[in-house]
């Protein structure tokens, strides 16, 4: 059973990393304007996301690739902040705030095979 939620976190995070570049839009958007180059900021977040994703499946490279997952969700949370403040189109604003801590949960999986 273990195996599946690892290859569910890996999976997610692939997937997460290809829809970057198939609705770029989507994430650029969440982007707080302080952060300059938008799109190379979403490119390389969506390009890390499916690298550490695939090392999830490798022994060799699970424990970095978990490191580098939990550093990446601390690297984006202030585009979470920024998204619960700005609001999002067709998401209630307590989804929104709920997202918050789901953060955290993510780190605390991705903790999990350090």
Known sequence: MES??????GSIYIFAG???FVKPR???RIIPPFFPNPKV???IAGAFEIILGVG???PNTRSISAIGIILLL???FPANIYMYQKGAKGIPKWALFLRLPLQFLLIAWAYMYV
């Open 26 to 28: 989507m994430y650029i």
């Open 4 to 9: 599946f939620f690892l290859y569910l976190m």
């Open 18 to 20: 290809i829809m970057h």
């Open 41 to 43: 900021l979403n490119a």
């Open 74 to 76: 601390l690297a984006v």
């Open 56 to 58: 999830l499946f490798f």
